[in-house]
Every structure is written in C-alpha cells, then in structure tokens.
Nanobody
Framework: QVQLVESGGGLVQAGGSLRLSCSAS????????MGWFRQAPGKEREFVAR????????YYVDSVKGRFTISRDNAKNTVYLQMNSLKPEDTAVYSC??????????????????????WGQGTQVTVSS
C-alpha cells in the first residue's frame, strides 16, 4: 500500500502562485506515473499534470500549460506542482495520485483517473479575483 499526503494549498489572489507537495510513503514503485488531478464542486475530477517517475517526462492539460510545472524529488519521494499566474477557474481540491508499476509511461499520457490506484486526501486551492 502507498500513502500519499498533499500540502501547500490555500487562498491566493488571481495572478499569484502556490506550490503543492505530495509526499509518498509505504511501498512505492520505481516505474510509475504520478499525477495531479483537481475537482471543483459539482464537476468531475479533472486531470491536470503527470510525470513519469523514472524518466521525468511530463504532460499537462492545455489549460495549465505555461503556468504549472510538475516535478519530483527522488530522494524525498515527493512530487510537486508549482502553480503560477493562478486564475479563479483554477479553484478546486487538488489531489495527487500514483499508478501501480507500469512500463509504458513514455508512450501514454495517463490522463485517465482510472489508471491511478493510490490517491491522497486532497488540498484546497482557492483563487480570488
């Protein structure tokens, strides 16, 4: 079992920045994808970004390209989401997630939430206008 704990959410003014962190513990997998998803009230959970853990390759939803950056620290077993130029429409609960062992991360976007087996509790991000 893998445990994921997010932190770094909060209230920020439009145009501001936040950095989310997701610390992994337990039995992690070296060959995996880790992603960030978000869910606004009344909406389905939406893919935001993912990173292939061993390769470091990244993929983003179009709405955050150029503003958000996903990264990981192998030594700390932590994934980050740096969010700049925040907009009110970015307001949501942000959750990190991890797949089981995979071997094709570089050939797939991994935007489908059904591919992720482990989830954190989520952290609230609120962007005011």
């Amino acid at each position: 079992q893998v445990q994921l704990v997010e932190s770094g959410g909060g209230l920020v003014q439009a145009g501001g920045s936040l950095r989310l962190s997701c610390s992994a513990s337990g039995r992690t997998f070296s060959s995996r994808a880790m992603g960030w998803f978000r869910q606004a009230p009344g909406k389905e959970r939406e893919f935001v970004a993912r990173i292939c853990w061993n390769l470091g390759s990244t993929y983003y939803v179009d709405s955050v390209k150029g503003r958000f950056t996903i990264s990981r620290d192998n030594a700390k077993n932590t994934v980050y989401l740096q969010m700049n130029s925040l907009k009110p429409e970015d307001t949501a609960v942000y959750s990190c997630a991890s797949t089981l062992t995979i071997y094709n991360c570089g050939s797939s976007d991994y935007t489908d939430r059904e591919r992720y087996a482990y989830w954190g509790q989520g952290t609230q991000v609120t962007v005011s206008s």
